[in-house]
């Protein structure tokens, strides 16, 4: 065997290497923007990516050195650093779904009056990317814009996920497995919830991320049939009664069916 033969499997290896090293940096930086501008224990990085101490180590010391990622000397922990925004002006025009999404956002948060919230897919994670308070004297501020879930752990979450092929769903829940439990849920519950959304035509949280209120979202479908988000109202449990809840849901339903014909 001649020596251009020898080089031939390494060669061969290199671009599957590069794509791996790529998705765990993408997959760390994901689990450093869930925790916003607090930030993330190394340890927590290490647990619900998979992934070894050392290897976390290796990728957050190398983002730090390009301006990715900042460590707090105070408290230790890592987040976004302040180059990822600056990145982002490259791209200063909403996206298509943002602006189709407004004229239904500002209908139903005036017809329902409760707290609506505009989430976005992202990967194996949902971003919150608009919010609109009602006029209804309680609301329920759950999450803020820029606020980032694994899929499955709310209301929108599940009805993504709901609307996607069932393999496709399972695999996404079985990725995210180990990050449910920061959010008091597991796989099973989270599949069972899936299921309901899929009967129910939207997706359900009779508890949401605030104890005592509850969330119903119905997902957002691009022209090629992916679901590429959710239109989610939560309120106070009070507010959402059976009756309510079908009223609630009729409005979002009509108001995503109205998005989904802006983006085709």
């Not at 020898?6 to 923007?33: D, H, S, W, Y």
């Not at 796989?187 to 959304?197: F, H, M, P, R």
Request: aromatic share 2%.
């Amino acid at each position: 065997m001649d020596k251009a033969d020898l080089r031939k499997p390494t060669t061969a290896l290199e671009p599957r290497q590069g794509a791996q090293a790529i998705r765990r940096a993408l997959a760390v930086l994901r689990i450093l923007a869930a925790g916003r501008e607090d930030g993330v224990p190394l340890a927590e990085v290490v647990r619900t990516t998979g992934l070894t101490r050392p290897t976390v180590h290796r990728i957050v010391h190398v983002l730090i050195e390009e301006g990715i990622v900042e460590r707090n000397a105070r408290s230790g922990r890592y987040a976004i650093g302040n180059q990822v925004p600056e990145l982002a002006l490259a791209r200063p025009r909403p996206s298509r779904l943002l602006i189709a999404a407004n004229p239904s956002l500002l209908r139903a948060s005036t017809e329902v009056g409760d707290t609506l919230f505009l989430t976005m897919r992202t990967g194996n994670d949902t971003l919150c990317v608009d919010r609109r308070i009602g006029v209804y004297p309680i609301q329920v501020l759950s999450i803020e814009v820029g606020a980032r879930r694994p899929l499955g752990v709310s209301s929108a979450g599940i009805a993504i996920l709901a609307a996607m092929p069932a393999q496709e769903a399972r695999k996404i829940v079985a990725a995210n497995e180990k990050r449910f439990e920061a959010y008091k849920t597991d796989t099973a519950t989270v599949l069972g919830e899936i299921t309901a959304a899929r009967r129910l035509g939207y997706g359900l949280r009779e508890i949401g991320l605030i104890q005592g209120t509850k969330s119903i979202s119905t997902w957002i479908k691009t022209p090629d049939g992916q679901p590429a988000a959710a239109m989610t109202v939560s309120a106070v449990r009070t507010r959402l009664g059976p009756r309510r809840e079908q009223e609630v849901a009729e409005i979002l339903l009509r108001e995503t069916k109205v998005i989904e014909q802006a983006i085709r």
